[in-house]
């Protein structure tokens, strides 16, 4: 049986392939289980200091796949609340809890659920050819693993609403244009790019970045003061690690900084 999750070992970081391209990786359960997994052994692997999402073959991922489990029959309506809770959404908070910056590369369609796992990750790249598509609403579905969170974020309350409500394809340089994504790239450089932020990030001081990502996740549930607040401790501690030492040494020294990752 192929693997529907496709890891390879770089140097600092974790190059993630959803890998069922005859599906345009549409998820069932054995992808998201294999996913989740993925991420658990990040979070301990204090050698990995970033990760890469992208899709195999000619998508990024085409949502939940429509398979029987999941739709109308004999024996009723299917519990969809289950198995958003227990995977979708299992998924999406670890991918925002994730302690390494994690980067998607979407190649061809996201929709649905897929488009929800780019919008989960902290940085977006996609080709010229891909679309963010909230497919939900088509089969008489609301949004889930976090569109309804990210989309108001990224995009403006007008914007979400119009786009959950029609469910209307939004084409990679309007999605950059709209801010829903960091940037559109050409798609025969979408990987080059993309593999070249991620060992960028992966060699940065991983400490202060798993504190950006919290003060990030923080920042909308917060006050002003209780945000000043926090960045207030995360800065005491950041400037307690060997990173910000050597940081400084380089600064002062002239010369490229080289991070350990260590507190």
Same mark, same amino acid.
């Given at each position: ?14 190059? +993630? ?12 359960? =054995?992808?998201?289980?294999?996913? +989740?997994?993925? #991420? ?7 050698? @990995? ?11 990024? @991922?085409?949502? $939940? ?14 519990? /969809? ?27 061809? &369609? %996201? ?9 989960? @990750?902290?940085? !977006? ?8 598509? $909230?497919?939900? !609403?088509?089969?008489?579905? &609301? ?20 786009? /959950? ?30 593999? %070249? ?14 504190? +950006? ?7 909308? =549930? ?28 380089? #600064? ?12």
């Amino acid at each position: 049986m192929t693997d529907p999750v496709l890891v390879e070992e770089r140097p600092g970081w974790r190059l +993630i392939r959803l890998n069922r391209p005859d599906k345009l990786n549409a998820m069932n359960e =054995s992808m998201l289980d294999a996913l +989740i997994a993925v #991420f658990d052994a990040i979070e301990i692997d204090r050698s @990995c200091h970033a990760a890469l999402i992208t899709g195999e073959g000619r998508g990024f @991922c085409a949502g $939940q796949e429509l398979s029987p489990s999941v739709m109308p029959g004999p024996g009723g309506p299917p519990d /969809l609340g289950a198995l958003a809770q227990r995977y979708h959404h299992a998924l999406a908070r670890r991918i925002r809890a994730a302690r390494v910056p994690v980067i998607a590369a979407v190649n061809g &369609v %996201a929709a649905g659920a897929g488009a929800s796992l780019a919008l989960a @990750c902290d940085i !977006v790249l996609a080709g010229h050819s891909a679309s963010f598509v $909230q497919a939900f !609403v088509r089969i008489g579905l &609301v949004p889930d693993t976090g569109s309804s969170f990210y989309l108001p974020r990224v995009v403006g309350e007008a914007r979400a609403r119009a786009l /959950l409500l029609t469910g209307d394809a939004v084409p990679a340089v309007q999605a950059a244009e709209w801010g829903m994504i960091w940037k559109a790239v050409d798609d025969a450089s979408l990987m080059q790019e993309a593999e %070249a932020l991620t060992q960028r990030l992966a060699q940065g001081p991983a400490p202060a970045l798993a504190r +950006i990502k919290q003060l990030l996740a923080a920042s909308f =549930s917060n006050d002003l003061d209780t945000q000043l607040d926090l960045e207030r401790d995360l800065q005491r501690e950041a400037g307690r690690t060997e990173d910000f030492a050597e940081g400084v040494r380089a #600064f002062l020294e002239k010369r490229p900084a080289a991070f350990s990752g260590l507190e």
